[in-house]
């Protein structure tokens, strides 16, 4: 019987006709496939009886799989109809044990110290300094040193037993001031240094840097097969974006001596001194970086950069580990062409009347200190390249890149930082740019500030230099010569000195009493009230700590008198604010020098000895030339102890101390005070002397508040440079006061 749809089956089952008979056997008929089959190794036997079919299924072939076959270490039992697989433990051993719950367990290692247990366990940690564990590199396998083994230190370390840090050689570093690019990174980058002061260096070329390690460093590769690399990094002025990198494990692992070499022969590191080091492998490393031809590749003029070096260790024999070094940053300069220069310069005396001082001396006019002059540098180009600045060991770096300086002047020298000038200005001109042009410097208040100094010379000049930071001075520029005269002499005469720096004890004697001299005037000719009739008189000219003959007034290189060039004629020579000098040139009397030697003691004055110093022509000394007559000096006392007439005052009659000596003429004719007339036996008072030292005395009629001296150089070859006095009382007192 067909089986029913199903909606027939539910139209029956509604109508309570579902289950009978035929419709029961038709549906276990169809419900059930009475076909059995057997498979591989299954024998299948069929018994009918009245109440049904019996089928029987046999097996054959185990299941149609091979037999199960005992190895080394395992034993198979058969238990019954099953088999039973079981492992041999060598019972001599209680590493590997049954634990508790019937399951293989490892139990551990047996420790033991000097013999006794300690325990057993499954995990060893080793402490100490004394001991070293370590992977070896072989799967499985641990390296323990005892005692720990000595390795060199690693790469830019001392965590070892060498000293593994990097130098950097090759260059020196100086401190220079650095200028502004047009933009950043050309022609040079700075990433902020513009504008401040920063290392730098130069070698005019590639910019080569060397940077190597103290000793050997630990962690090479023992073969090819390993993989310890070091990679270098030229990195830019920003300090992260890379210039040119060079990795060495583009080549080989670093397992040997070897020479490695970048493909822009840039960069080249070298490992040196290759050596087992215990487990592991060590070598000196070098770098040697061109930096300058890197930035130069870059598109750069030179420019702010440093350098990074990576050392990784070889994996096997040290971890792998990254060791580094990070150059401090430097900048580059590779010194380009134009340097700096200054086109021009102009030094004159200020323009401002009331700061031009002066001073005179015998009728000539001298700068005296204070006075101004006012400079200008003009048209100073490349003063800042790259690079500012002036590297020099006598000064402190970064400090200035121009000076100015005038020595014949007096004038202080200046190191002037141009981007901060401490005196003058470059009035808006300026600028930090590499490329300034045309830059102007002026300092209008330049005064004399140098003590004690004289100049008297047609080329006095000032000057201007500008510096490169690695080549010194390059630009420099000269005023015009100038005939100037200076002297800075404070008054240095006392009572009883005069050294001729100064006229403020100079007198002029007239016809019936001595007054100040006038320095301010031009010296006297066919002076009148001198003494004597040894020809015709002038006033004697003061300079440079001397008095002469005025047409002997000699030149003076900067307190270095030069006394065989003559410049009488000073017409053109300035200052002149209160007129044009003198020209002496044309002087030919007998110099005289008038002054006065003097105490305010009341003690009358029995004796003086009197010292000089100078240049006596033929004479040698000051005794020879008195004793001939090649200077003459005349003594008038300025009062007396006995109020003689005519041998003290203005009127009094002139005692010598030229020619002979002190009552030479006796008896006959013995010392009177000179009423014998000038130049006479009657009238000498030299009584003794040697070399520049004399003694003069007063004899019976003792002198008191001093003496009035009157100088006449006969030889015009002598120059007298001071004269000191003593005066010797009756009391056997002294006084002097020295210059």
Same mark, same amino acid.
């Given at each position: 019987m067909a089986i029913l749809p199903k909606y027939q089956l539910k139209q029956l089952f509604e109508s309570g006709d579902l289950i009978t008979q035929s419709t029961l056997d038709a549906f276990i008929e169809a419900s059930y496939n009475p076909t059995l089959v057997a498979g591989s190794n299954v024998t299948l036997s069929k018994v009918s009886t009245p109440s049904g079919d019996t089928i029987t299924i046999s097996s054959t072939g185990g299941g149609g799989g091979s037999p199960i076959i005992a190895g080394d270490g395992i034993s198979i039992t058969t238990v019954g109809s099953d088999k039973e697989v079981s492992i041999n433990l060598d019972t001599s051993q209680t590493n590997l044990i049954i634990n508790g719950t019937g399951k293989l367990s490892f139990d551990g290692i047996h420790i033991q110290d000097e013999g006794v247990a300690v325990g057993t366990y499954r995990t060893i940690n080793f402490i100490g300094d004394d001991v070293l564990a370590e992977d070896s590199g072989t799967p499985g396998k641990v390296n323990v040193y005892i005692p720990t083994p000595t390795f060199a230190s690693h790469f830019n370390t001392t965590d070892g037993t060498t000293t593994g840090t990097v130098s950097e050689s090759g260059i020196t570093r100086e401190c220079v001031r650095i200028s502004t690019p047009t933009t950043e990174g050309s022609p040079f980058a700075t990433n902020g240094w513009a504008g401040t002061n920063q290392d730098g260096f130069t070698d005019g070329g590639t910019g080569t840097v060397t940077f190597s390690t103290a000793q050997q460093v630990t962690g090479f590769s023992g073969s090819v097969s390993g993989d310890a690399k070091i990679v270098v990094t030229v990195y830019d002025a920003d300090g992260t974006t890379s210039l040119e990198t060079f990795d060495t494990s583009t080549v080989n692992a670093l397992y040997q001596n070897q020479t490695f070499t970048s493909p822009s022969t840039n960069i080249t590191v070298q490992i040196l001194n290759y050596a087992a080091d215990t487990s592991k492998w060590k070598a000196k490393v070098s770098v040697v970086v061109k930096a300058g031809s890197i930035l130069t590749s870059n598109g750069r003029s030179g420019g702010r950069f440093h350098v990074g070096i990576d050392m990784t260790t070889d994996t096997t024999t040290d971890g792998g580990t990254t060791y580094g070094y990070d150059q401090e940053d430097v900048f580059f300069d590779p010194n380009p062409s134009p340097l700096p220069t200054v086109n021009s310069m102009t030094l004159v005396e200020s323009t401002d009347p009331t700061k031009v001082i002066t001073k005179h001396l015998s009728g000539v006019e001298y700068y005296y200190r204070l006075s101004e002059f006012e400079l200008n540098a003009l048209d100073i180009d490349n003063l800042n390249k790259n690079t500012q600045g002036y590297v020099n060991a006598t000064v402190a770096p970064c400090t200035y890149n121009m000076r100015i300086q005038a020595p014949d002047y007096g004038l202080p020298a200046y190191n002037i930082p141009a981007w901060n000038p401490q005196v003058g200005t470059f009035n808006g001109t300026w600028t930090n740019q590499w490329d300034l042009l045309n830059a102007d410097f002026e300092y209008d208040s330049w005064d004399i500030t140098n003590n004690n100094y004289r100049f008297r010379n047609n080329d006095g000049i000032g000057e201007t230099r500008v510096y490169d930071p690695w080549d010194g001075t390059i630009g420099t520029s000269s005023s015009t010569p100038a005939s100037i005269l200076i002297d800075t002499w404070n008054i240095t005469s006392t009572n009883l000195g005069e050294d001729f720096d100064d006229e403020s004890e100079r007198l002029t004697r007239g016809a019936s009493s001595y007054t100040a001299f006038d320095s301010t005037a031009t010296l006297g000719t066919a002076i009148?009230?001198?003494?004597?009739?040894?020809?015709?008189?002038?006033?004697?000219?003061?300079?440079?700590?001397?008095?002469?003959?005025?047409?002997?007034?000699?030149?003076?290189?900067? @307190?270095?008198?030069?006394? /065989?060039?003559?410049?009488? +004629?000073?017409? !053109?020579?300035?200052?002149?604010?209160? *007129? &044009?000098?003198?020209?002496?040139?044309?002087?030919?009397?007998?110099?005289?020098?008038?002054?006065?030697?003097?105490?305010?003691?009341?003690?009358?004055i029995a004796n003086f000895d009197m010292t000089a110093g100078g240049t006596w022509g033929s004479s040698g000394n000051l005794v020879t030339a008195?004793?001939?007559?090649?200077?003459?000096?005349?003594?008038?006392?300025?009062?007396?102890?006995?109020?003689?007439?005519?041998?003290?005052?203005?009127?009094?009659?002139?005692?010598?101390?030229?020619?002979?000596?002190?009552?030479?003429?006796?008896?006959? @004719?013995?010392?009177?005070? /000179?009423?014998?007339?000038? +130049?006479?036996? !009657?009238?000498?008072?030299?009584?003794? *002397? &040697?070399?520049?030292?004399?003694?003069?005395?007063?004899?019976?009629?003792?002198?008191?508040?001093?003496?009035?001296?009157?100088?006449?150089?006969i030889d015009s070859n002598i120059r007298l440079d001071f004269i000191n006095v003593t005066l010797e009382f009756t009391n056997g007192s002294t006084e002097s006061n020295p210059v």
């Open positions: 009148s009230n001198q003494t004597g009739s040894a020809g015709t008189f002038d006033d004697g000219c003061v300079v440079g700590s001397n008095l002469v003959r005025a047409d002997k007034f000699y030149a003076d290189n900067g @307190n270095s008198p030069a006394v /065989g060039t003559v410049i009488a +004629d000073l017409t !053109g020579y300035k200052p002149d604010k209160n *007129g &044009s000098n003198p020209d002496y040139s044309s002087y030919s009397g007998i110099p005289t020098y008038h002054r006065k030697f003097y105490t305010s003691s009341a003690l009358p008195l004793a001939n007559s090649q200077i003459k000096m005349y003594v008038r006392r300025v009062g007396s102890a006995t109020s003689v007439a005519n041998t003290f005052g203005h009127g009094a009659y002139p005692l010598a101390l030229h020619g002979g000596l002190y009552n030479s003429g006796a008896p006959s @004719n013995p010392f009177d005070d /000179g009423a014998s007339g000038v +130049d006479t036996v !009657g009238s000498l008072i030299r009584s003794a *002397g &040697s070399g520049n030292t004399i003694t003069g005395t007063f004899g019976s009629n003792s002198a008191t508040g001093g003496f009035w001296l009157e100088i006449q150089i």
